[in-house]
T-cell receptor, first 117, second 114 residues
Framework: DGGITQSPKYLFRKEGQNVTLSCEQN?????MYWYRQDPGQGLRLIYY???????QKGDIAEGYSVSREKKESFPLTVTSAQKNPTAFYLC????????????????FGPGTRLTVL | AQSVSQHNHHVILSEAASLELGCNYS??????LFWYVQYPGQHLQLLLK??????LVKGIKGFEAEFIKGKFSFNLRKPSVQWSDTAEYFC????????????FGTGTSLTVIP
């Protein structure tokens, strides 16, 4: 089955620690995204990547970092600099501009709920 | 940056009632428009999308949305809701031809009472 997997489903972290959230897709999509979902605020874009080895900051990138070394993978690191990291994190992918289509729907993973203790 | 407004934050309806959820966006150029739904405990999934052509778009489960360019709106409708429509609904906008960053609204929580 094609899709997006995120692990772990629940993650607990002590204050001051960095933590990395995994996102893998087997849809052969060029573009991948990380969103943060908080109650009453909808989805806010953290980072996105349109192609391997390239990524751009979204609206709330401070305190986060990403890498895109492989097409299938787009891990997100929540650093200790992120002031309010407790949230639900969603990864998504879409076909992307490199495939000649600048627009298309996004496909979402199941999410990771991060709690900072 | 683009902004997307969903004015209804929480909607409670009885089964068989009609539904209309508002969505307005700020970008003046060509846009692609989407409605996503998140059922309790499930992934976000696409409900319907508009790229061009007929401004009345039909999606899954009896939902439809109408793109009104002059009003910068893409409202979601369903003539008769069911208990299983209880979910959170998100409107999203993508600026056509300029890249594939999406902008989401804050979401509308719909509760349908049996």
């Amino acid at each position: 089955d094609g899709g997006i997997t995120q692990s772990p489903k629940y993650l607990f972290r002590k204050e001051g620690q960095n933590v990395t959230l995994s996102c893998e897709q087997n849809l052969n999509h060029d573009a991948m995204y990380w969103y943060r979902q908080d109650p009453g605020q909808g989805l806010r874009l953290i980072y996105y990547s349109q192609i391997v080895n390239d990524f751009q900051k979204g609206d709330i990138a401070e305190g986060y970092s990403v890498s895109r070394e492989k097409k299938e993978s787009f891990p997100l690191t929540v650093t200790s600099a992120q002031k309010n990291p407790t949230a639900f994190y969603l990864c998504a992918s879409s076909i992307g501009v490199a495939s000649g289509r600048v627009w298309d729907e996004q496909f979402f993973g199941p999410g990771t709920r991060l709690t900072v203790l | 940056a683009q902004s997307v407004s969903q004015h209804n934050h929480h909607v409670i309806l009885s089964e068989a009632a009609s539904l209309e959820l508002g969505c307005n966006y700020s970008y003046g150029g060509t846009v692609n428009l989407f409605w996503y739904v998140q059922y309790p405990g499930q992934h976000l999934q696409l409900l319907l999308k508009y790229f061009s052509g007929d401004p009345l778009v039909k999606g899954i489960k009896g939902f439809e949305a109408e793109f009104i360019k002059g009003k910068f709106s893409f409202n979601l409708r369903k003539p008769s809701v069911q208990w299983s429509d209880t979910a959170e609904y998100f409107c999203a906008v993508n600026e056509a031809n300029t890249g594939n960053q999406f902008y989401f609204g804050t979401g509308t929580s719909l509760t349908v009472i049996p």
